[in-house]
Nanobody, 127 residues
């Protein structure tokens, strides 16, 4: 059974930074992709960033390009999302997700391609 635990959310002023962590356990991750999504009430989950576990391919959503950085520590089975220059519109619950299948040459961009999800962590950016 795969477990994902997000941490690092909180309240920050606009222009500030936060780093989210997603710790995975329960199986060996050697070829899966990991993604971050966010969701606000009444809205669909929005793609934020994704990284392949072994190949290092990375993608970002248009709204976070240049401000957010995704990275991974394979030894710790942990993926990070460094969020800089935060804006009030970044306020959301952030979820990490992992694919069951292997991704080497592209990062999955839609939530339906991910199979395991964390419980989410709230990020609130005040103006």
């Amino acid at each position: 059974q795969v477990q994902l635990v997000e941490s690092g959310g909180g309240l920050v002023q606009a222009g500030g930074s936060l780093r989210l962590s997603c710790a995975a356990s329960g199986r060996t991750f050697s070829s899966n992709a990991v993604g971050w999504f966010r969701q606000t009430p009444g809205a669909e989950r929005e793609f934020v960033a994704a990284i392949t576990w072994s190949g290092g391919r990375i993608s970002y959503g248009d709204s976070v390009k240049g401000r957010f950085t995704i990275s991974r520590d394979n030894a710790k089975n942990t993926v990070y999302l460094q969020m800089n220059s935060l804006k009030p519109e970044d306020t959301a619950v952030y979820y990490c997700a992992v694919t069951r299948g292997s991704f080497y040459y592209r990062t999955p961009l839609t939530s339906s391609e991910y199979n395991y999800w964390g419980q989410g962590t709230q990020v609130t950016v005040s103006s």
